[in-house]
């Protein structure tokens, strides 16, 4: 198999064969972690001990690591809302909801996903009770999209992280990602 073959394979020679270095510096590839830009569709890898960094999308610069969701009360939310700066999107959920508990996880990943351009939130209904009302939420977990002050859509319901990442895209008028590859990934070992 010539080099050209190994290259596009992904493969790794074998220095004991062949005098070429292996993948690359096997030590400190074994922490790398990939994670697209969900804004240019650009594929990033970076060390995962640089996670607390702040990485930055290295062609649009954007950082690819938002925070967590806002905490809100009926205060915090009308400020939000006033804001009137982009799609905000507020989950709505209790602790003694077992499918919001089993939503969240996924609610925050999109929001370290997408943070950076969408604003994400949660409120409690148990502790706050003014915003839920006011929108008539019935059933949690019940996440709503605001832009300019208004509601544009609500999913009553958990979703999956691929569902929940089409439904961001769509409230939030996100374009689909141009199709880029992925970097091989790191092999530690080899
Ligand atoms: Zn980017």
């Given at each position: 198999m010539g080099r050209h073959h190994a290259i596009v394979g992904g493969s790794c020679n074998n220095p004991r064969l062949r005098g070429d270095a292996p993948c690359g510096e096997t030590s400190s590839m074994a922490d790398l972690m990939q994670k697209r830009c969900?804004?240019?569709?650009t594929w990033n890898q970076f060390p995962?001990?640089?996670?607390?960094?702040?990485p930055k999308c290295?062609?649009?610069?954007?950082?690819l690591v938002a925070g967590p969701p806002a905490a809100l009360d009926d205060a915090g939310f009308a400020a939000e809302l006033a804001r009137n700066d982009g799609t905000l999107i507020v989950d709505f959920w209790a602790t003694w909801c077992g499918p919001c508990r089993s939503f969240g996880p996924v609610f925050r990943q999109a929001a370290a996903d997408y943070g950076v351009r969408v604003r994400f939130a949660t409120i409690d209904v148990d502790t706050v009770s003014g915003t839920p009302q006011r929108y008539n939420?019935?059933?949690?977990p019940t996440m709503m999209a605001f832009r300019d002050g208004r509601e544009v859509d609500r999913v009553i319901g958990g979703l999956t992280g691929a569902q929940l990442d089409r439904w961001i895209r769509g409230v939030a008028g996100l374009p689909p990602l141009p199709d880029k590859p992925r970097p091989r990934p790191p092999r530690p070992g080899h």
């Open positions: 969900l804004y240019c569709g995962e001990a640089r996670l607390a960094d702040g290295g062609e649009c610069k954007l950082p939420v019935g059933s949690i």
